[in-house]
Nanobody, 123 residues
Framework: QVQLVDSGGGLVQAGGSLRLSCAAS????????VAWFRQAPGKEREFIAA????????TYTDSVKGRFTVSRDNAKNTVYLQMSNLKPEDTAVYYC????????????????WGQGTQVTVSS
């Protein structure tokens, strides 16, 4: 069992940066791959990025490549999403999610979810 808590969202101007955190509690967090999703009002939940349990493998959706970086610190039971050069279209609620390997871009594959953190990018 893993409990996830998302944090770090906020209001930022276009071109700015934010770092989201996903803090986990429970045993064996290092056994889980973790993904970030986002959901804007009226839209489907969208896969953003994922990282494998060791942190040695990552993947990103095309719209955030070169702007977002996912990383993890298993000693701190935390996964991060560093977001740079933010755009108004990045505005959404961001969620982290965890599953046993391998990671997936399909939200239905994930067993554990954070509560979400709002990111708003003003133009």
């Amino acid at each position: 069992q893993v409990q996830l808590v998302d944090s770090g969202g906020g209001l930022v101007q276009a071109g700015g940066s934010l770092r989201l955190s996903c803090a986990a509690s429970g045993r064996s967090f290092g056994s889980y791959d973790v993904a970030w999703f986002r959901q804007a009002p009226g839209k489907e939940r969208e896969f953003i990025a994922a990282i494998n349990r060791s942190g040695g493998g990552t993947t990103y959706t095309d719209s955030v490549k070169g702007r977002f970086t996912v990383s993890r610190d298993n000693a701190k039971n935390t996964v991060y999403l560093q977001m740079s050069n933010l755009k108004p279209e990045d505005t959404a609620v961001y969620y982290c999610a965890a599953k046993i390997a391998p990671y997936s871009g399909n939200s239905y594959d994930y067993n554990y979810w954070g509560q979400g953190t709002q990111v708003t990018v003003s133009s």
